[in-house]
C-alpha cells in the first residue's frame, strides 16, 4: 500500500490542525494505522493509532487533544490536533500495518513521507 500524508502547515499555540493519509494500492481496511512525528536529532515517536476494528490508541502526551480516525471507504485516515503546543512541532508520518502492536515504529510495514507541522508560541 502506498500512503501520501498531507495537512500540514504553520499555526499558533493554542490552533488546530487536521492531517490526511491517503492510502493506494490495497484495500486500506486490512491494516492498522499509525501516527508519528519526528524531530531532528531525535527517534520517530508514537502519536496515535487505530486499529482495523476501529480502537484507537494514544500517547500520553496527546491524548484529550489528537483524535485519530479513519475512513476505509474512501482509503484515508485522519489525524485531528487541537490545543497544540511548541512542543507538537515536528514532521508528522503516517504509517501501515497487518495485525496488532501499534507502538514500535519497527512494527509497521508502509511509510507514507512526512508533513511538516510547526507550532509557533
Known amino acids: 500500500v502506498q500512503l501520501q500524508a498531507s495537512g500540514g502547515g504553520l499555526v499558533q499555540a493554542g490552533g488546530s490542525l487536521r492531517l490526511s493519509c491517503a492510502a493506494s494500492?490495497?484495500?486500506?481496511?486490512?491494516?492498522?494505522m499509525g501516527w508519528f512525528r519526528q524531530t531532528q536529532g531525535k527517534e520517530r515517536e508514537f502519536v496515535a493509532a487505530?486499529?482495523?476494528?476501529?480502537?484507537?490508541y494514544y500517547a500520553n502526551s496527546v491524548k484529550g487533544r489528537f483524535t485519530i480516525s479513519r475512513d476505509n471507504a474512501k482509503n484515508t485516515g485522519n489525524l485531528q490536533m487541537n490545543s497544540l503546543k511548541s512542543e507538537d512541532t515536528a514532521v508528522y508520518y503516517c504509517?501501515?500495518?497487518?495485525?496488532?502492536?501499534?507502538?514500535?515504529?519497527?512494527?509497521?510495514?508502509?511509510w507514507g513521507q512526512g508533513t511538516l507541522v510547526t507550532v509557533s508560541s
Open positions: 487505530i486499529s482495523t476494528s476501529g480502537s484507537t
Open positions: 504509517a501501515a500495518k497487518v495485525g496488532i502492536g501499534y507502538v514500535s515504529p519497527a512494527a509497521y510495514d508502509y
Open positions: 494500492g490495497r484495500t486500506f481496511s486490512i491494516y492498522a
